[in-house]
């Protein structure tokens, strides 16, 4: 199945072929269906297996170019390595549908990062320097209406829960919630406080409306994904359950 199976178009098309990326990595098929339609999503790949791509892609799909206030996607990761490489991905699908991504991260001047960010449709971050840049004023995200937490466990292994749930409590609480690492059973694999949203597509500005095809999601409940989702019930009773996918390299 190639990318325009799924319903991919045909701009992204292309720009993943310019890159040698002609057919979609079993993760990116995968979680494309939920991720598209704005479903809230947790995804467990390994690590080189085109992850960073199974939700670049849909968030390509669906932001509106002209939406305001902006930002309106935010991927949250732990490193600045992997903020790096993960602007770097997703620039190849957000040139071809004209949105810009900007990242930012701690080692540089937090002036200097915070230019262009009114500016981006989506900005890649790390939780401390996006939290300073809140607290400073330098950053809005009540535009938001989708968020991803890339390498989810190893953020809140880090230390970061503090600064992601405040990040998050700016955020609007009606967006999409997308959860995607190499692992989703570490130490706080139960403990997401706060980062949860509500189930169901966005009703943000900064997505295109989209009509809902009937019939059952790609994101069912398989036999290999059964311990994430295991893991995740254990989570207080507050928070919404994600829909759980696994992909192999």
Do not use: C, N
């Not at 019939?215 to 409940?221: A, D, E, K, V, Y």
């Amino acid at each position: 199945m190639g990318f325009r199976d799924l319903g991919v178009s045909d701009e992204v098309v292309q720009a993943l072929a310019s890159r040698g990326i002609l057919a979609p990595f079993p993760i990116q098929s995968m979680v494309w269906e939920d991720a598209r339609a704005g479903r809230d999503t947790l995804a467990r790949s390994k690590t080189g297996s085109g992850k960073t791509l199974g939700f670049a892609i849909p968030i390509a799909e669906r932001l509106d170019p002209d939406a305001q206030p902006l930002p309106a996607a935010l991927v949250l990761v732990p490193t600045r390595e992997l903020a790096q490489q993960v602007r770097e991905d997703f620039e190849v699908v957000a040139a071809a549908k004209g949105l810009r991504v900007q990242a930012v991260y701690g080692g540089t001047h937090v002036r200097e990062q915070a230019r262009g960010v009114e500016r981006s449709h989506v900005l890649i971050a790390t939780p401390g320097r996006l939290d300073d840049l809140a607290t400073r004023g330098l950053v809005r995200l009540d535009g938001i209406s989708v968020l991803v937490l890339d390498e989810a466990d190893r953020m809140l292994d880090m230390g970061f829960q503090p600064q992601v749930d405040r990040i998050v409590r700016r955020l609007p609480k009606d967006r999409q919630t997308m959860f995607f690492s190499a692992t989703l059973d570490g130490r706080r694999g139960a403990d997401r406080r706060g980062v949860h949203a509500q189930p169901g597509a966005p009703r943000g500005r900064g997505v295109r409306p989209r009509r809902r095809r009937g019939g059952g999601s790609s994101l069912h409940l398989r036999a290999a994904a059964r311990h994430i989702s295991q893991e995740w019930q254990k989570r207080p009773p507050s928070i919404p359950r994600l829909r759980s996918a696994t992909g192999q390299s």
